[in-house]
């Protein structure tokens, strides 16, 4: 029964990203995250990690003086919604299709590395929380767990794969192939961090979890990059170093800790720094790739390819030109590069390309958008700017921290839930009736912008 047959029937709605509001409201429970304002959940977040700053830090801060991860919050306000009225908005959904795929909504969990900084079980938490809500997982390179283990804990739910392009070839065919083989589906190439950024918070406290093996643990179960550390994997690919053994992993992380034991001798952290420093010259080496290297994964990645970190109109019609299926318009939450264009003007300028649009009607190109997105007006501003789906960034992590799984759930819920409901308040039932309709949907503020 559809959503207006039950309200006409008088009869219970079905369920939907919406009737989550109405859940929340009958059970008259505060969500375990304290709250659904993304202000309040960050400063939940650093509350509850007040013993690990350092980790909330790492998550929260940015390049430089943090100017482009304002920006990228303050673009969305440039564009304002005109809702229309009288309009049969009773029925609605986010479905979104990407890649010949449909999702039930068109948002997916970013990249986002070392989540064992905030929670113990580290990635398993938002595997699990994107199969349980049908939202695509993106495993990064820099996870604290392997991406077998992440496959795992994401059943049969949606899942990507994030690529830290390594310096050698048989660790990036072996990392593809790994991916391959346990499911993860697309195969998104992050470009913008061929080297860290200048993060002046990390810098303070000198805090890089990599050198001391926390985030390697993708490398850490790779056979190859293991043998070329001298420590052959056994059959079932348990390694003596870490790979697998997740309970070492200290949790909360302490550099200082990990420092002390190496000193007084332990192995396990003497070999996990070692790791850590070789598997940071494989993925954030320093070595820049260009255009032509692109041939050489697209050749050996047989599903979608996607380039993450796309800035400049001329990036993105080369993406194409390199026979990518898409781009993610990005600039890493501002954490690479200090005044960096805020991704939503850029969004703004790549999906105005004529190039780009044709091709992306036609079917052949996809444009997927983050940094900066915390609302679900936020969403439908940039799908109407022309985005396909966006990726949900540093909030997901705030609900790990707070309550892990659960966490991650109420933010998406939430998010979704406001997002069903925006569209529906400005009159529309479905995301193509927006999408890359910008002046028919919205209008541009000048005045005011920068107040
Ligand atoms: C703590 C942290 C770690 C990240 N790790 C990765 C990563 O491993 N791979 C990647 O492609 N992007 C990574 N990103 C960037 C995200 O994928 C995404 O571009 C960014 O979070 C968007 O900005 P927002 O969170 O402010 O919306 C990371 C971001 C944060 C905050």
């Given at each position: 029964?559809?959503?207006?047959?039950?309200l006409?029937?008088?009869?219970e709605?079905?369920?939907?990203?919406s009737?989550?509001m109405?859940?929340v409201?009958?059970?008259?429970k505060?969500?375990?995250?304290?709250?659904?304002?993304?202000e309040?959940?960050e400063?939940?977040?650093?509350e509850v990690?007040?013993?690990n700053?350092?980790a909330?830090?790492?998550?929260?801060?940015s390049?430089?003086?943090?100017?482009?991860?304002?920006a990228?919050?303050?673009?969305?306000?440039?564009?304002?919604?005109?809702?229309?009225?009288?309009?049969?908005?009773?029925?609605?959904?986010?479905?979104t299709?990407?890649?010949?795929?449909?999702?039930?909504?068109p948002?997916?969990?970013?990249?986002?590395?070392?989540?064992?900084?905030?929670?113990p079980?580290?990635?398993?938490?938002?595997?699990?929380a994107?199969?349980?809500?049908?939202?695509?997982?993106?495993?990064?390179?820099?996870a604290?767990?392997?991406?077998?283990?992440?496959a795992?804990?994401?059943?049969?739910?949606?899942?990507?794969?994030?690529l830290?392009?390594?310096?050698?070839?048989?660790?990036?065919?072996?990392?593809?192939?790994?991916?391959?083989?346990c499911?993860?589906t697309?195969?998104?190439?992050?470009?913008?961090?061929?080297?860290?950024?200048?993060r002046p918070?990390?810098l303070?406290?000198?805090?890089?979890?990599?050198?001391?093996?926390i985030?390697?643990?993708?490398?850490t179960?790779?056979?190859?990059?293991?043998?070329?550390?001298?420590?052959?994997l056994?059959?079932?690919?348990?390694?003596?170093?870490?790979?697998?053994?997740?309970?070492?992993?200290?949790?909360?992380?302490?550099?200082?800790a990990?420092?002390?034991?190496?000193?007084?001798g332990?192995?396990f952290h003497?070999?996990?720094?070692?790791?850590?420093?070789?598997?940071?010259?494989?993925?954030?080496?320093?070595?820049?790739?260009?255009?032509?290297?692109?041939a050489?994964?697209?050749?050996?990645?047989?599903g979608p390819?996607?380039?993450?970190?796309i800035?400049?109109?001329s990036?993105?019609?080369?993406?194409?030109?390199?026979?990518?299926?898409?781009?993610?318009?990005?600039?890493?939450?501002?954490?690479?590069?200090?005044?960096?264009?805020?991704?939503?003007?850029?969004?703004?300028?790549?999906?105005?390309?004529?190039?780009?649009?044709?091709?992306?009607?036609?079917?052949?190109?996809?444009?997927?958008?983050?940094?900066?997105?915390?609302?679900?007006?936020?969403?439908?501003?940039?799908?109407a700017?022309?985005?396909?789906?966006v990726l949900?960034?540093?909030?997901?992590?705030?609900?790990?921290?707070?309550?892990?799984?659960?966490?991650?759930?109420?933010?998406?819920?939430?998010?979704?839930?406001?997002?069903?409901l925006t569209?529906?308040l400005?009159?529309?039932n479905?995301?193509?009736e927006?999408?890359?309709?910008?002046e028919?949907v919205m209008?541009?503020?000048?005045?005011?912008?920068?107040?």
């Amino acid at each position: 029964m559809s959503f207006k047959a039950a309200l006409e029937a008088d009869q219970e709605v079905p369920e939907s990203w919406s009737s989550y509001m109405t859940t929340v409201y009958r059970g008259r429970k505060p969500p375990s995250i304290s709250s659904y304002d993304p202000e309040k959940l960050e400063a939940k977040a650093r509350e509850v990690t007040k013993k690990n700053e350092a980790a909330f830090l790492y998550v929260f801060g940015s390049a430089g003086s943090c100017s482009t991860d304002r920006a990228n919050r303050k673009a969305f306000e440039k564009w304002c919604f005109t809702p229309k009225m009288l309009i049969d908005a009773s029925d609605r959904n986010l479905e979104t299709t990407l890649f010949g795929v449909k999702y039930k909504s068109p948002l997916l969990l970013a990249p986002i590395g070392v989540h064992g900084l905030l929670h113990p079980e580290g990635e398993l938490c938002a595997a699990t929380a994107a199969n349980n809500m049908g939202v695509p997982l993106i495993m990064s390179t820099a996870a604290t767990r392997s991406l077998e283990d992440a496959a795992k804990a994401n059943g049969d739910g949606p899942r990507w794969y994030q690529l830290y392009w390594p310096r050698s070839e048989p660790l990036t065919l072996s990392l593809l192939s790994r991916a391959k083989a346990c499911g993860y589906t697309t195969c998104i190439i992050t470009l913008d961090t061929m080297c860290m950024g200048w993060r002046p918070y990390d810098l303070d406290t000198a805090y890089l979890p990599f050198n001391h093996g926390i985030g390697i643990q993708v490398g850490t179960s790779d056979p190859v990059f293991m043998q070329s550390q001298g420590t052959i994997l056994e059959g079932d690919q348990q390694s003596p170093y870490g790979g697998h053994e997740y309970s070492k992993i200290p949790y909360p992380f302490d550099p200082v800790a990990c420092d002390s034991a190496r000193e007084a001798g332990d192995e396990f952290h003497t070999s996990l720094k070692t790791l850590g420093r070789n598997w940071s010259r494989q993925i954030h080496s320093g070595l820049f790739r260009t255009w032509d290297e692109i041939a050489f994964v697209r050749k050996h990645w047989e599903g979608p390819l996607v380039l993450k970190g796309i800035l400049h109109v001329s990036d993105a019609v080369k993406a194409m030109e390199a026979g990518c299926d898409g781009v993610v318009v990005s600039n890493h939450g501002g954490r690479q590069v200090d005044g960096a264009i805020p991704a939503l003007i850029a969004l703004e300028k790549i999906c105005g390309d004529s190039r780009i649009r044709k091709a992306q009607i036609e079917g052949k190109f996809t444009i997927l958008f983050d940094s900066g997105i915390r609302r679900g007006s936020d969403i439908l501003k940039a799908i109407a700017l022309g985005a396909q789906a966006v990726l949900l960034g540093r909030p997901y992590m705030y609900g790990l921290a707070i309550s892990g799984t659960q966490g991650i759930e109420e933010v998406v819920r939430g998010i979704l839930c406001e997002t069903e409901l925006t569209l529906g308040l400005c009159g529309f039932n479905s995301l193509d009736e927006i999408w890359g309709k910008r002046e028919e949907v919205m209008d541009k503020l000048e005045l005011g912008f920068y107040n």
